[in-house]
């Protein structure tokens, strides 16, 4: 199968600090990976798509300065939430995209959830 | 009107009831997931489809391309199969980001 880690899955911390959330494709490289943000009961929002060795491709609506990605290698990419406030407070997902049989599918990682206090 | 279309919205089942779930969507697609969402948060992948059906262990997905429309079956039903199941396709335009329905909330009561 195709293992995705993030970490960490908890995170609580004070207003104006930054957060970093690493995600990682632990047996396979993966290319693309993809930041999303989801609040409680609702569906999935996708922030931004990540390719490795370029910049990230935002969603409408997201700040790029605020939710800083940088997707260093194939198998690791990182969303850094810069002077994080309570609205800010969300649970992170982040996928990576592997190709099987000519096909790119998406296997998720387990999500972080943030509280900004 | 979103373009990934889920009903219904929730769901609560006895144990071993034959379960389904539905997905509509309004735009050209590669290919459509289904996903399944526990309580923690995690997800998880549990079919790709691009025609035809899929099945996994208790698990069936069918896709009608013509129609627009996927189905999820869970058979002999189970309380650990709580969980929000999502739909979500991947247009045709060529990059690979997906649309998601909005969930159904499914709950089977022992």
Redesign the interface.
Known sequence: GAVVSQHPSWVICKSGTSVKIECRSLDFQAT?M?WYR?FPK???M?MA?SNEGSKATYEQGVEKDKFLINHASLTLSTLTVTSAHPEDSS?Y?C?A?KS?AS?????????T?LLVL | KNEVEQSPQNLTAQEGEFITINCSYSVGI??L?W?QQHP??????LF?L?SGKKKHGRLIATINIQEKHSSLHITASHPRDSAVY?CAV?SNFG????T????TRLTIIP
Request: hydrophobic residues 35%; neutral net charge; charged residues 10%.
């Open positions: 693309t993809f989801q609702q569906s999935l996708l798509t649970f997902i996928s995209g099987l096909q790119e599918t998406q296997y998720f990682g387990p999500g959830r | 590669s290919a997931h996903l923690g948060g995690g997800i998880v992948s790709m691009s999502i991947v990059n690979e980001k997906l998601f329905g909005t969930g």
